[in-house]
């Protein structure tokens, strides 16, 4: 007799794609165990096959019973993925630089005139591939918590959210260490200074240039950012692996 509730037959297949897909050992243990278990296996058994504790299986069994199977996969895999933080600025003048056209002929790059700045702050999960962000005109607190914010909404479960970033100075201000005493799921790992080739967001933000930004066409900052939001869904679109699209590691 199962100790779990019985998991539907499609919910299965799709667990057992996630086990082959996923490059994280201690998410496919987890997925293999809760499938081990809907069969009928006792808990001794998964974990001895599992090389696990017979703790860490009681415990993987009580969070499927507490959360559903939707919300402890997203639980688990909010542990098991860090999340690496990036800023990017976006202009409102286009980036000069190489670009496609008709041979022979040569592009002409209108410029708005009078420059606009916004700031993303973007986060990319290590196993997921998927990218959460948030805009504001201004590079301060306000924004990195609202980043952080949309993080904890999206992985209300989750026992431990880690972020890697670098180390400017908004990342450490009083506001944030206040609210991070508030939030304690949340782990900071700050990068070597000036090491930005670390941090792996860094290719994310050079396609949306290549893509986006560079010889646009845009008159208005909306246009750019309605660009810039389709591109950075289709990224994400792209990368789904699984059963629930989650987020990850900040870039």
Known sequence: ????????????????KLIHKTRDKDYARRLTALLLLNEGVTVTKVAKILHAARS????????????GLEGWINTISAMCAPYRLRWVLIHLNPKIGADWYFKGQQKRIVTPGKNEKYYLAGCLNAQTKE????KGEKKNSDL??????????????AETITL??????????????????????FTLLFLPVYSPWL????????SLHETVTRNHCCQFMW???????????????QQKPGIQKMSGALL
Not at 1 to 16: G, L, R, V
């Open 223 to 237: 246009q750019l950012l309605n660009h810039v939001d389709v591109f950075l869904r289709s990224f994400s679109s």
């Open 164 to 185: 890697i970033l670098d180390n400017y100075c908004i990342h450490k201000s009083h506001k944030v260490k206040n609210w991070l005493a508030q939030h304690g799921k």
């Open 199 to 206: 941090n792996k967001i860094e290719r994310l933000w050079q």
């Open 131 to 134: 990218v959460t962000y948030v």
């Open 1 to 16: 007799m199962p100790i779990i509730t019985s998991i539907p037959h499609d919910k299965c297949q799709k667990m057992k």
């Open 144 to 157: 990195f918590i609202k980043m952080l914010d949309e993080l904890n909404a999206r992985h209300p479960h």
């Open 56 to 67: 860490s299986v009681n415990r993987w069994v009580k969070g499927f019973r507490l959360y």
